[in-house]
């Protein structure tokens, strides 16, 4: 157990929908990341927040959205899905950011239909 | 562009046997390295790290892996594979964003 909650574990949905993934940081990490890992693109950086502020940008859609809150945890947000937006979504956690090491969550497996 | 390379999809190796997983990345400077492995449907564990000093570096479930900076290599070994090691290998690098390589999964026959 790395200590990173997702909820929630799986979700099916139709195409044209918003979804909502939620993730909780370990006890005193400040930096969050999210990750996608489908089977055609391999596990791909999306987004990282630290403190509250987004802190690094990567193959992140305008689809989607993220923020951090005041208690640390974090949301992303996919809007107007897609069939290929089904995939596993990792939510990790560090204390700092850049070179710490990243506590990765369950996942939340999204299902679009 | 920087990228993490894993040359091997697919492994299968007899229990018992040595285990080398190879990744080679692609940075202007060396970056942070790391392990990962995924059982199926699990989240990814964190093998190792290398940030610095000695290039021979140990992690958990007796896995290791040295790093080459003359053929920008972080290959991770195992001298005797175990069932239970089956899964899907990741290595990575941080330079500014953590990036993966392809994954190798690995197959332990019995």
């Known amino acids: 157990d790395s200590g990173v909650t997702q909820t929630p574990k799986h979700l099916i949905t139709a195409t044209g929908q918003r979804v909502t993934l939620r993730c909780s940081p370990r006890?005193?990490?400040?930096?969050v990341y999210w990750y996608q890992q489908s089977l055609d693109q391999g596990l791909q950086f999306l987004i990282q927040?630290?403190?509250?502020?987004?802190?690094a940008k990567g193959n992140i859609l305008e689809r989607f959205s993220a923020q951090q809150f005041p208690d640390l945890h974090s949301e992303l947000n996919l809007s107007s899905l897609e069939l290929g937006d089904s995939a596993l979504y990792f939510c990790a956690s560090s204390v700092g950011t850049g070179d710490n090491e990243q506590f990765f969550g369950p996942g939340t497996r999204l299902t679009v239909l | 562009a920087q990228s993490v390379t894993q040359p091997d999809i697919h492994i299968t190796v007899s229990e018992g046997a040595s285990l080398e997983l190879r990744c080679n990345y692609s940075?202007?400077?060396?970056?942070?390295l790391f392990w990962y492995v995924q059982s199926p449907g699990q989240g990814l564990q964190l093998l190792l790290k290398y940030f610095s000093g000695d290039t021979l570096v140990q992690g958990i479930k007796g896995f290791e892996a040295e790093f080459k900076r003359s053929q920008s290599s972080f290959n991770l070994r195992k001298p005797s594979v175990h069932w239970s090691d089956a899964a899907e290998y990741f290595c990575?690098?941080?330079?500014?964003?953590?990036?993966f390589g392809a994954g190798t999964r690995l197959t332990v026959k019995p």
């Open positions: 990575a690098a941080v330079n500014n964003d953590m990036r």
């Open positions: 940075y202007g400077a060396t970056p942070y």
């Open positions: 006890s005193g990490d400040l930096s």
């Open positions: 927040y630290y403190n509250g502020e987004e802190r």
